[in-house]
Protein backbone atom coordinates (compact mmCIF):
# COMPACT_ATOMS: atom_id res chain seq x y z
CA UNK A 1 0.00 0.00 0.00
CA UNK A 2 1.12 3.24 -0.76
CA UNK A 3 1.15 6.43 0.98
CA UNK A 4 1.23 9.73 -0.47
CA UNK A 5 1.29 13.33 2.07
CA UNK A 6 1.25 16.46 0.55
CA UNK A 7 1.92 19.57 1.90
CA UNK A 8 2.86 23.57 0.97
CA UNK A 9 -0.61 25.06 0.81
CA UNK A 10 -1.16 28.02 2.21
CA UNK A 11 -3.07 31.09 2.10
CA UNK A 12 -1.51 33.56 -0.98
CA UNK A 13 -2.49 36.46 -2.88
CA UNK A 14 -3.55 36.37 -6.76
CA UNK A 15 -0.66 36.69 -8.48
CA UNK A 16 1.83 34.91 -5.92
CA UNK A 17 3.48 31.37 -5.93
CA UNK A 18 3.09 28.53 -3.97
CA UNK A 19 5.25 24.68 -4.11
CA UNK A 20 3.53 21.83 -3.48
CA UNK A 21 5.19 18.43 -2.57
CA UNK A 22 3.74 15.00 -2.45
CA UNK A 23 6.38 12.21 -0.80
CA UNK A 24 5.24 8.73 -1.38
CA UNK A 25 6.06 5.92 0.88
CA UNK A 26 5.20 1.92 1.53
CA UNK A 27 4.93 -0.31 -1.38
CA UNK A 28 5.28 1.76 -4.89
CA UNK A 29 5.51 0.35 -8.48
CA UNK A 30 8.58 -0.30 -9.95
CA UNK A 31 7.43 2.78 -12.51
CA UNK A 32 4.83 4.80 -11.56
CA UNK A 33 3.06 8.21 -12.25
CA UNK A 34 2.51 10.42 -10.33
CA UNK A 35 -0.65 13.13 -10.62
CA UNK A 36 -2.31 16.43 -9.12
CA UNK A 37 -5.78 16.99 -8.84
CA UNK A 38 -7.98 19.71 -6.99
CA UNK A 39 -11.22 20.11 -6.01
CA UNK A 40 -13.15 23.51 -5.03
CA UNK A 41 -15.42 23.60 -2.82
CA UNK A 42 -18.95 22.68 -4.54
CA UNK A 43 -17.06 21.58 -7.54
CA UNK A 44 -16.21 18.43 -8.60
CA UNK A 45 -12.37 16.72 -8.46
CA UNK A 46 -10.58 17.93 -11.43
CA UNK A 47 -7.05 16.89 -13.14
CA UNK A 48 -4.53 19.80 -12.47
CA UNK A 49 -1.51 17.92 -13.80
CA UNK A 50 0.70 14.53 -14.19
CA UNK A 51 4.40 13.43 -14.82
CA UNK A 52 5.78 9.67 -16.12
CA UNK A 53 8.14 8.16 -14.11
CA UNK A 54 11.03 9.08 -16.32
CA UNK A 55 10.01 13.05 -15.75
CA UNK A 56 10.20 13.83 -19.60
CA UNK A 57 6.70 13.92 -20.20
CA UNK A 58 4.36 16.18 -18.54
CA UNK A 59 0.51 16.81 -18.83
CA UNK A 60 -1.70 19.60 -17.79
CA UNK A 61 -4.65 20.69 -17.38
CA UNK A 62 -5.48 24.14 -20.00
CA UNK A 63 -6.32 26.45 -17.04
CA UNK A 64 -3.11 25.83 -15.33
CA UNK A 65 -0.73 25.71 -18.61
CA UNK A 66 1.47 27.83 -18.40
CA UNK A 67 1.18 28.79 -14.74
CA UNK A 68 2.36 25.55 -13.30
CA UNK A 69 5.08 23.41 -13.51
CA UNK A 70 4.79 19.57 -12.17
CA UNK A 71 7.92 17.67 -11.14
CA UNK A 72 9.70 14.68 -9.51
CA UNK A 73 12.50 13.31 -7.34
CA UNK A 74 12.09 9.59 -8.08
CA UNK A 75 15.37 9.64 -5.02
CA UNK A 76 13.01 10.73 -2.73
CA UNK A 77 9.99 9.20 -4.15
CA UNK A 78 8.18 13.12 -4.00
CA UNK A 79 6.30 15.40 -6.73
CA UNK A 80 6.45 18.78 -6.37
CA UNK A 81 3.51 20.78 -8.15
CA UNK A 82 5.08 24.89 -8.72
CA UNK A 83 2.35 27.13 -9.12
CA UNK A 84 2.59 30.42 -10.21
CA UNK A 85 0.89 33.64 -11.06
CA UNK A 86 -1.84 32.17 -8.91
CA UNK A 87 -5.45 33.28 -9.52
CA UNK A 88 -8.49 33.10 -6.98
CA UNK A 89 -10.31 30.65 -8.95
CA UNK A 90 -7.25 28.06 -7.92
CA UNK A 91 -8.78 28.08 -4.84
CA UNK A 92 -9.31 24.52 -3.56
CA UNK A 93 -7.86 21.22 -2.26
CA UNK A 94 -5.18 19.52 -3.85
CA UNK A 95 -4.26 15.98 -4.01
CA UNK A 96 -1.68 14.05 -4.99
CA UNK A 97 -1.91 10.53 -6.75
CA UNK A 98 -0.26 7.47 -7.54
CA UNK A 99 -0.59 4.62 -10.04
CA UNK A 100 1.05 2.15 -12.67
CA UNK A 101 2.97 4.03 -15.47
CA UNK A 102 -0.97 3.56 -17.68
CA UNK A 103 -2.56 6.61 -14.92
CA UNK A 104 -0.49 8.72 -16.98
CA UNK A 105 -2.54 8.76 -19.91
CA UNK A 106 -5.87 7.13 -18.21
CA UNK A 107 -6.03 9.51 -15.35
CA UNK A 108 -7.14 6.64 -13.08
CA UNK A 109 -5.33 6.84 -10.03
CA UNK A 110 -5.64 4.03 -7.15
CA UNK A 111 -3.92 6.00 -4.06
CA UNK A 112 -4.36 9.29 -2.98
CA UNK A 113 -3.20 11.61 -0.61
CA UNK A 114 -4.88 13.85 2.25
CA UNK A 115 -5.32 16.71 0.49
CA UNK A 116 -4.01 20.20 1.41
CA UNK A 117 -5.58 23.49 0.95
CA UNK A 118 -4.61 26.46 -1.10
CA UNK A 119 -6.19 29.29 -0.93
CA UNK A 120 -5.77 32.45 -2.99
CA UNK A 121 -7.20 35.72 -2.24
CA UNK A 122 -7.96 38.43 -4.70
Known amino acids: QVQLVESGGGLVQAGGSLRLSCAASGRTFSSYAMGWFRQAPGKEREFVAAIRWSGVSTRYADSVKGRFTISRDNAKNTAYLQMNSLKPEDTAVYYC???????????????WGQGTQVTVSS
Open 97 to 111: AVDRAEAYISGIYGS
